[in-house]
């Protein structure tokens, strides 16, 4: 932390402090101490064991860095900002708080991991109070591969923004997919923090993003084998259906195989909800019955809730190709061939 409370409950910030009186933490009332030397930047820091619920997360130096850099690029844009300001109301201490044309914003910057139960928690209370709130992750959070937390900070556009600290560098990465390989995929657009306006910071969160058509490929014949070796409870669940159905994994039409099998909003492969699609539905599908379908299908837990429907409407896209369905108006289909 950069301020600590002294005797008198007054704010100081660590780069006027002198050690010369004693302080402590304004989150837990216990003391703290200076830390500072050539390679640390000036900040309090509790004594060894002392349990703190406002502190005790993620004051590495990169963390204490990036609220510093946050810190510096905003006041140099004139833009009213706080740090460690506590929000009573909530229980609340942002890392950043920040007033931009009478709107409250927090800045939150997560570099290290957050149980996704906390992380919503602490949206839910900005949001429960008129409050913004934008996530900056940390460099841990550049999404190489696909995991549980890179969903959970996926912004509405489909975007994740990282923030370097050692190199004042913010990154979004946009345009996440998965290729034929299930592979993630992304582009990335980077910027030095100081040549950002505000107005620029907010449409890298909320500008749309391009939708651009993806390439599917048909599942190679080893991978089907391998499928066959699962021992998950998920797959084999899907493999006794097919069997109990009459089937194996090599008489299923392609269509239900197609790659990508990884989605973003999904857990589960593709070819296990495909599949219990087409068994459910044997006459007729409505867009009404795909929105129903897709709340059922395990989802990753996500701050902003995405579309689900997406991934099964280009699945039905793939199956008129396929003449399998046969579109009747806006938002119906007809089923034209059961191949199972
Ligand atoms: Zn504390």
């Not at 239900?256 to 495909?274: G, H």
Request: with cysteine.
């Amino acid at each position: 932390m950069f301020f600590a409370l002294t005797q008198m409950n007054e704010r100081i910030s660590a780069s006027d402090y002198t050690r010369t009186i004693p302080v402590s933490c304004p989150g837990c009332n216990k003391p703290v101490f200076l830390k500072k030397g050539p390679k640390i930047m000036a900040h309090f820091a509790h004594y060894a064991g002392a349990e703190c619920h406002q502190f005790s997360e993620g004051e590495t130096p990169q963390h204490l860095l990036g609220k510093q850099r946050l810190f510096e690029w905003l006041t140099k844009l004139n833009i009213p900002v706080e740090m460690e300001a506590w929000l009573p109301e909530l229980k609340q201490r942002p890392d950043l708080l920040v007033t931009y044309q009478n709107r409250r914003i927090a800045l939150e910057y997560q570099c290290s991991s957050i149980p996704f139960a906390r992380l919503k928690e602490r949206t839910d209370g900005y949001m429960s109070k008129g409050y913004e709130v934008y996530w900056i992750c940390g460099m841990d959070y550049v999404p190489t591969t696909y995991t549980e937390r890179i969903a959970a900070f996926r912004q509405k556009n489909n975007t994740l923004i990282c923030l370097d600290s050692n190199q004042n560098t913010l990154h979004m990465y946009h345009d996440l997919h998965f290729d034929t390989r299930n592979r993630l995929q992304k582009k990335q657009f980077s910027i030095i923090l100081s040549d950002l306006d505000f107005p620029s910071f907010e449409t890298l969160f909320n500008k749309p993003q391009p939708n651009y058509p993806r390439k599917k490929a048909a599942m190679t014949y080893q991978n089907h084998l391998l499928l066959l070796k699962r021992k998950d409870a998920v797959h084999r669940d899907f493999l006794l259906d097919i069997y109990l159905g009459g089937h194996t994994v090599h008489s299923l039409p392609n269509y239900i195989f197609t790659t990508p099998s990884k989605t973003l909003e999904f857990c589960q492969p593709s070819y296990i909800w495909r599949y219990q699609l087409l068994a459910k539905f044997r006459k007729s599908i409505t867009v009404q019955d795909l929105k129903a379908f897709s709340q059922a299908i395990p989802q990753y837990d996500a701050l902003y809730l995405h579309e689900p429907l997406e991934p099964l409407l280009e699945f039905i896209a793939e199956l008129e190709r396929a003449k399998v369905l046969k579109r009747l108006g806006e938002k119906r289909w007809q089923v034209q061939t059961k191949e199972y």
